[in-house]
């Protein structure tokens, strides 16, 4: 299944996922639509920023 990336608006493909046979709640979880080379650039800017910035 193709998706679209909100940050980027490229495509990208993302696996079915199996249902987890231990997941009680009837409520249909919604994920992130963001492709993996997004996702590395903001873990590397979240990583960044908690930081302590060097002194001079």
């Given at each position: 299944?193709?998706k679209?990336?909100?940050?980027?608006?490229?495509?990208?493909?993302?696996?079915?996922?199996?249902?987890?046979?231990y997941?009680?709640?009837?409520?249909?979880?919604?994920?992130?639509s963001?492709?993996?080379?997004?996702?590395?650039?903001?873990?590397?800017?979240?990583?960044?920023?908690?930081?302590?910035?060097?002194?001079?």
């Amino acid at each position: 299944m193709d998706k679209r990336c909100m940050l980027c608006g490229r495509l990208f493909e993302v696996e079915e996922a199996a249902p987890d046979p231990y997941d009680d709640e009837d409520i249909p979880k919604k994920s992130a639509s963001i492709c993996l080379l997004c996702q590395a650039k903001l873990r590397h800017e979240a990583d960044e920023s908690q930081k302590s910035p060097k002194p001079m």
